[in-house]
């Protein structure tokens, strides 16, 4: 049977076949992993429009061009390659009103566009409450206005977070109420400008954290009020980590969320987190994401329209392969001694603590005072001081994440589990979106590779280079401690 014959409700790939994809936030990590795995495994896509805009004064083009070609397309461009001549950018920014489309290309997708997949979003923690409203919720209610005049739209996918509920210990897959009224607040926004509007910050924000959480609840409710018209669903991806193995074991792109906090705890910069040891972290490998997206978009097209009913997915990890913050930590520490980092400053370490009190008072002698002495040095050896100023971040990145650290959610799976049970046979090791026989060892021994190699640029071939450093490293640390133990008790004894 030709290829373009098979039973679309039997082959994803041949679903996809013919499809134009409108990608937003295709710079992103789930961006462009996600364009990866169509071109490479969904092949005969007709084409994928991806919303961009020109930063540090290069253009669209040009930020396609740098983004392709980094290590994670290498298997696509090795294979193929002609695939990236499907990818086709449209000039635009999700924190203006209708992405400030022009006419022509606005026109362009209503008339080819079959799928949306609405993933950009602001995601700083610290943003101000106008820009997150803007740049997240107005976006949402542009992406639906414009799905709203797409002629031959069959789904549209909105990727949003596993955490937009904190107040429900368990979160189940459903639209819950709103926390306020989006309408209301994306008119606020516009109206108000960034001083009056931060005035009301905190009493808008009720029991969310921050700014990026509250606006990403309001975008649900947008989704949802719009789905009694359009073929939605809204996928909810915990905190999402590097690669399980596709197409890159290990890979990954950024340092959001828990991958800065291990950058630092890796360099020896990082001693003690504000952080709960009996907290389980909810962490879901970036390719389980996006073959929950591709799937959730394949069960979507070929489902028969119902008005009002937004199917949800909770895209986490499995609650019967869960481990404790602590214990990932101590499989990373026993990790990086055979496969270190290069230039630690010292041997990685790490004490959990819900004290504020023990917390402050250990940042002090452990990071402030330690970065004091060797900025100290640093600057009267003729180099820039720069190691208070990690510090710092490292301090506003724990602080940011303590909420999370602190506390656990439990998720309900069912929809992802019926999502995993109806993958045709012959897509189910290409798409699986199965962890519950992931090796957690193997996979935070992969992820530490890849940050070492994709994050930081390390070549694994000074790994030699990297463990010698290591050692010695642990020599000065291991004297420095005995020469502080010994003048601890010898002060005492000339106290006595």
Same mark, same amino acid.
């Given at each position: ?23 937003? +936030? ?14 490479? #495994? ?9 919303? &961009? ?13 740098? &983004? ?39 026109? &362009? ?18 943003? #101000? ?120 074991? +290990? ?7 828990? &991958?800065?906090?291990?950058?630092? +705890? ?13 907290? #389980? ?61 290069? +230039? ?43 190691i208070l100023r990690l510090q710092r971040k490292a301090y506003v990145a724990n602080l940011a994440l303590q909420h999370f650290m602190c506390n656990e959610w439990k998720f309900d799976n069912t929809n992802s589990r019926n999502l995993m049970s109806l993958i045709p046979s012959d897509n189910r090791e290409i798409f699986?979106?199965?962890? #519950? ?39 000065f640390v291991r004297t420095f401690k005995t020469v502080i133990i010994i003048g601890i008790l010898w002060m005492i004894y000339k106290c006595m």
């Open positions: 049977m030709d290829k373009n014959t098979i039973d679309p409700a039997k082959s994803i790939p041949s679903f996809y076949a013919g499809q134009s994809i409108f990608l937003t +936030g295709a710079t992103g990590l789930i961006g462009k992993v996600y364009i990866e795995k169509i071109l490479r #495994s969904c092949p005969d896509v007709r084409e994928i429009f991806i919303l &961009m805009r020109p930063k540090k004064g290069i253009n669209i083009n040009e930020r396609l061009e740098k &983004m392709l070609s980094v290590p994670l397309f290498d298997k696509l461009r090795e294979k193929q390659s002609l695939n990236f001549k499907k990818l086709i950018p449209v000039f635009g920014d999700i924190s203006q009103e209708n992405f400030n489309l022009s006419v022509v290309d606005r026109q &362009m997708l209503i008339e080819r566009v079959t799928i949306i997949i609405h993933n950009a979003a602001s995601v700083k923690f610290n943003d #101000s409450l106008k820009y997150a409203i803007l740049s997240n919720t107005r976006s949402t209610r542009d992406i639906c206005i414009l799905a709203e005049n797409i002629k031959n739209l069959i789904a549209l996918v909105y990727v949003g977070t596993a955490y937009t509920h904190l107040d429900n210990p368990f979160i189940e897959e459903k639209v819950y109420p709103p926390i306020a009224n989006w309408r209301k607040m994306i008119k606020v926004a516009e109206l108000l400008d960034e001083h009056n509007l931060n005035i009301f910050t905190a009493k808008c924000l009720d029991y969310i954290p921050n700014t990026y959480l509250f606006s990403k609840n309001l975008a649900e409710s947008v989704i949802h009020e719009y789905s009694s018209s359009l073929p939605c669903a809204i996928v909810r991806p915990s905190i999402v980590t590097s690669s399980l193995k596709d197409p890159i074991p +290990g890979w990954v792109d950024n340092f959001n969320g828990p &991958m800065g906090l291990c950058a630092f +705890g890796a360099k020896g910069l990082l001693r003690v987190l504000y952080a709960s040891k009996c907290t #389980s972290q909810n962490d879901i490998p970036i390719d389980t994401v996006i073959n929950t997206i591709i799937l959730v978009t394949w069960k979507l097209g070929l489902t028969t329209f119902i008005p009002k009913s937004t199917l949800v997915i909770n895209c986490t990890f499995p609650d019967e392969k869960s481990m404790l913050f602590q214990e990932v930590i101590n499989i990373m520490l026993k990790l990086l001694k055979k496969i270190p980092l290069e +230039g630690i400053v010292w041997i990685p370490s790490a004490v959990l603590t819900k004290s504020l009190i023990i917390y402050y008072v250990l940042t002090i002698l452990w990071h402030i005072l330690p970065a004091i002495i060797i900025d100290s040095v640093l600057k009267f050896s003729g180099h820039q001081p720069m699986s979106i199965d962890l #519950s026989d992931i090796d957690m060892t193997k996979y935070i021994r992969n992820s530490m590779i890849g940050f070492k190699k994709y994050l930081l640029h390390e070549d694994m071939n000074r790994l030699k280079a990297a463990k010698a450093h290591y050692k010695r490293v642990d020599l």
